[in-house]
């Protein structure tokens, strides 16, 4: 996109706050990387390296009420959503002071109270719970938008055209999106679809579809706010296609061996941080000093959090019923 038209519809403060969050999830799952290869983490760790932009991006472009039903490689909207890295460290390392309070240890995390869904491993599973919140919000007359999505493989399930398929004949608020990393697991995409491009399963729903890069935070946004205006409006929704691809394994104990290393090393130069920052110093909004300001203060906020999470007390035993049951008024 024209950086003239990227200047003129973003603000430069909100660019800037995007850049320091694209750094911010960067280097929060690099610090969870390196807890797992410690021994630290138990369980899987699934990142977004390299893919930072598409929830970055989306998540910036949502207003306070509107809601989140995220897909595992969304480290960025949690950030943005008021999720600080010593509750992210914390839940990865099953501490009290963790969104789940010390019953999970890793990414499954979510809090109604930031408008943020929990979800589990089946990834288009969140599709139809997005469905339903949208069909809740136009019920009750609200002016709310559900932003939800997917990977390329998640695509293919039967809950993501049940909820696609939905949504369209109801024209429910509600923006579904595709993180097309190139992968389903060691699955290449032309192995899971007949179809060159994701985004044309929209068609066959009656739904507006849009291809955007991945790898460009400015551009992800744009295309977010547009899709969420027409959602409010109620013009329906629309089926987002965020080209990227996966710089790491599927989780941190896959080593990707499957993926051609010319393939990453083409992508390697189209890294969401070093577009940013391409884009920062364009419009003048950016150097060099500014970049390493930001990097600074994102280390030193990891490294708070880190030791934060660490001080975080473990969960008794008792405690891990809490939350997970309904009780009745007789059973108190």
């Not at 909207?77 to 501490?95: D, H, M, N, S, W």
């Not at 009656?206 to 409006?233: C, F, Q, S």
């Not at 999470?309 to 891990?320: D, N, W, Y």
Request: proline fraction near 5%; charge should be neutral.
């Amino acid at each position: 996109m024209d950086v003239a038209v990227i200047a003129k519809e973003i603000k430069r403060d909100d660019l800037r706050q995007m850049y320091y969050y694209l750094r911010l999830t960067r280097a929060v799952e690099d610090r969870i990387t390196a807890l797992y290869r410690q021994g630290r983490i138990v369980g899987g760790v699934y990142t977004s390296y390299g893919m930072e932009a598409i929830a970055v991006g989306y998540a910036s472009a949502l207003e306070h009420d509107d809601v989140i039903a995220p897909f595992h490689r969304d480290m960025g909207a949690f950030l943005i959503r008021g999720f600080t890295p010593g509750e992210v460290l914390a839940q990865y390392l099953g501490k009290r002071a963790g969104p789940s309070k010390g019953k999970d240890g890793n990414v499954h995390m979510g809090d109604l109270r930031r408008g943020v869904f929990g979800f589990v491993s089946h990834l288009a599973d969140n599709l139809p719970v997005a469905a339903g919140a949208a069909l809740a919000f136009k019920m009750r007359g609200e002016s709310r938008v559900v932003f939800t999505g997917t990977g390329d493989g998640g695509s293919s399930r039967g809950d993501f055209h049940e909820a696609m398929n939905f949504a369209a004949v109801r024209k429910l608020p509600v923006v579904f999106f595709c993180n097309n990393n190139q992968y389903a697991y060691s699955t290449p995409l032309r192995l899971q679809m007949a179809i060159p491009n994701v985004v044309d399963r929209a068609k066959a729903y009656g739904m507006p579809g849009e291809t955007v890069d991945g790898n460009d935070v400015a551009v992800v946004y744009l295309a977010a706010k547009h899709a969420i205006a027409k959602a409010r409006t109620g013009e329906g929704p629309t089926f987002l296609e965020f080209k990227t691809m996966r710089m790491h394994g599927h989780s941190e104990h896959d080593p990707a061996k499957y993926v051609p290393r010319e393939l990453l090393e083409e992508w390697k130069k189209k890294d969401p941080i070093l577009k940013a920052e391409q884009l920062l110093k364009q419009l003048g909004y950016g150097e060099e000093a500014y970049f390493h300001e930001v990097a600074d203060r994102v280390k030193k906020e990891v490294e708070a959090g880190v030791e934060f999470a660490e001080q975080s007390p473990l969960p008794e035993g008792p405690e891990v019923l809490e939350g997970v049951f309904a009780m009745s008024a007789e059973s108190h």
